[in-house]
């Protein structure tokens, strides 16, 4: 459904992704695991065109994007639900939510995709008419997971969703975003650092080093490959 074909970017003539290659299936958890620095983020901007590959292409439902313009792709059926979650704090959450629907004109749609989001996360409904920078943390990544859903995606793109969150509520997202991706039938790239907890909801994933993928695999043998332990879990553990 997704896929990036030896995917090579830059930053100042500084390189990125180096040939990075992935795939993602129609209704499949595929995470991208990889510390600070690693390009995790970079492919997101890659996938959504805010950075254009210097050699590769993208394939959305086998049509090439890597070209394509940022409202194009996202038109297609490709929503992000962006690190640090990226919220109009001043804006309520109705407003904020709204925004995830921006190209549907639908007033019955809309209020229907509504009634979607608040029965995933109920205590937004509470919250509708307050502005989302008085939210907690975690109300505020509910929020911003719930403006990716009003786009109904054929692809959510979740970067970095467990960041900052109390560990407590960390447990409680992966639940989540498993419950989205079976019932939605929502095909998910989890961009995460918690390899641990994003293994355990994904289908299959890749290691993330230094602009390159380093190791790939369905979700059993990454968890149980001395080499990812050693160059990825034993660090994050530390």
């Known amino acids: 459904m997704l896929k990036l074909d030896h995917v090579s970017?830059?930053?100042?003539?500084?390189?990125?992704?180096?040939?990075?290659?992935?795939?993602?299936?129609?209704?499949s958890l595929v995470c991208l695991l990889g510390s600070n620095g690693a390009g995790k983020s970079t492919t997101v901007k890659t996938i959504i065109g805010l950075v254009r590959p210097m050699q590769g292409n993208l394939y959305f439902e086998e049509k090439p994007i890597g070209h394509a313009r940022t409202d194009q792709?996202?038109?297609?059926g490709i929503a992000v639900v962006?690190?640090?979650?990226?919220?109009?704090?001043?804006m309520t959450v109705l407003e904020n939510?709204?925004?995830?629907?921006?190209?549907?004109?639908?007033?019955?749609?809309?209020?229907?995709?509504?009634q979607r989001v608040f029965h995933l996360f109920p205590v937004l409904e509470t919250r509708i008419v307050q502005t989302a920078g008085t939210l907690s943390g975690g109300e505020q990544s509910m929020l911003s997971i719930g403006r990716g859903i009003m786009a109904r995606p054929k692809i959510l793109l979740?970067?970095?969703?467990?960041?900052?969150?109390?560990?407590?509520?960390?447990?409680?997202?992966?639940?989540?975003?498993?419950?989205i991706h079976r019932e939605e039938k929502t095909s998910i790239l989890l961009i995460e650092q918690n390899a641990a907890k994003a293994l355990s909801v994904a289908d299959r994933g890749y290691i993330l080093q230094k602009g390159r993928i380093i190791a790939e695999g369905t979700a059993q043998e990454l968890m149980s490959s001395d080499t990812v332990k050693r160059a990825y879990f034993c660090q994050t553990d530390g």
């Open 82 to 90: 962006p690190e640090g979650r990226r919220l109009f704090p001043k």
């Open 158 to 179: 979740l970067d970095e969703p467990s960041l900052g969150l109390a560990p407590k509520l960390v447990q409680e997202f992966f639940v989540t975003i498993s419950r």
């Open 73 to 76: 792709i996202i038109q297609m």
């Open 9 to 27: 970017t830059e930053y100042d003539r500084v390189p990125m992704l180096r040939d990075v290659s992935l795939s993602i299936e129609k209704e």
């Open 97 to 114: 939510l709204k925004l995830g629907a921006y190209f549907v004109k639908d007033r019955q749609d809309i209020a229907a995709r509504l």
